[in-house]
């Protein structure tokens, strides 16, 4: 089949690739412009654009699907539009641009976690359990009926960004397989049932750690907010990133944000139980171990807010 491929972040690329190892064709890869990156601020292609560069790919860049790039993609007369992460809403005329519509590739177990960030929600809600379903893109967001699915359990210390990663090569497979039945004519959706839930984008408000919550809430808001947006806390005036949180058994009770050492570790107070400080980035500095980082600030009692 002749497909369009539209996405952005990496976790879109091993899709990109698996369908470019196979036998369909991808006529275009849609992918928004180049962004700004680092203290520089040196515009980047997104990491989909230098895959497809890298595949020799005919490429689209564009932040809106207007009626130009309608227009472009029209021209192509593709068989199957296919989504992984764009990061743009698709609407008509162009959702019924390809002869079989648009198809995405979304990484949750819909209807749960519909939206921008389905992982991390996930994670900071506690979920037991996630997964990746390809179903067919209509004008509601992510309300489409599902072509297939799969489930996996969430590691107990997992990460957003390495939950990601994992998902987004077991859902490539998974997107190759419903592209090579759609050829077929051998799949068919079923409509999403339960009751929706919505991953909306995370915001810094969301990177902010709320040490009087319980140390289970803080610890999967820590881990569903690394890397991106990163969790951070307030020492005063003063931002201090939490790159790595571990929880601790049977440690001393502490007031919550109080940070304390004890037996050679940095432990903070929360709402329950005391968690432990690993990796910690000071402002203005490198990340470093969270125990050197305490000894150089030569305190015995610390409030974090």
């Known amino acids: 089949m002749k497909l369009v491929f539209a996405g952005t972040p990496q976790v879109a690329v091993p899709s990109l690739q698996a369908l470019a190892d196979s036998p369909h064709s991808i006529a275009a890869v849609i992918t928004r412009a180049d962004a700004p990156l680092g203290r520089k601020r040196v515009l980047t292609p997104s990491p989909l654009a230098q895959a497809a560069a890298g595949l020799g790919l005919p490429l689209l860049k564009t932040n809106r699907l207007d009626a130009a790039a309608t227009e472009r993609i029209e021209a192509i007369e593709p068989d199957l539009g296919v989504i992984v992460a764009y990061g743009g809403l698709v609407r008509e005329p162009l959702l019924s641009v390809p002869r079989l519509g648009w ?4 990484f949750s177990l819909l209807p749960r976690w519909r939206g921008a ?4 929600r996930a994670i900071m809600a506690g979920d037991e359990r996630t997964g990746a379903a390809v179903f067919q893109l209509v004008a509601e967001l992510d309300a489409g009926a599902v072509f297939a699915s799969f489930s996996e359990p969430i590691s107990r210390h997992a990460t957003a960004g ?3 990663e994992s998902l987004s090569h077991s859902g490539a497979v998974l997107l190759r397989n419903v592209v090579d039945q759609l050829e077929a004519g051998t799949i068919e959706a079923v409509p999403q049932v339960g009751e929706p839930t919505t991953a909306a984008k995370l915001g810094l408000a969301d990177a902010r750690i709320d040490w009087a919550a319980s140390a289970e809430v803080v610890y999967n ?3 569903g907010v690394t890397p991106e947006p ?3 806390t307030m020492l005063g005036e003063a931002r201090l990133k939490v790159l790595d949180l571990a929880p601790t058994h049977g440690a001393q009770p502490l007031p919550a944000g109080v940070i304390r050492e004890f037996d050679k570790k940095v432990l903070v107070g929360t709402g329950t139980e005391p968690l432990e400080l690993v990796t910690v980035q000071p402002a203005g500095k490198t990340q470093m171990k969270a125990i050197d980082w305490w000894r150089g600030m030569a305190a015995t009692d610390v409030v974090a807010s």
């Open 103 to 106: 198809i995405n590739l979304h």
């Open 221 to 223: 808001r820590v881990r």
């Open 162 to 164: 390495g939950l990601l």
């Open 117 to 120: 960030a389905p992982v991390q």
């Open 230 to 232: 990163g969790a951070f």
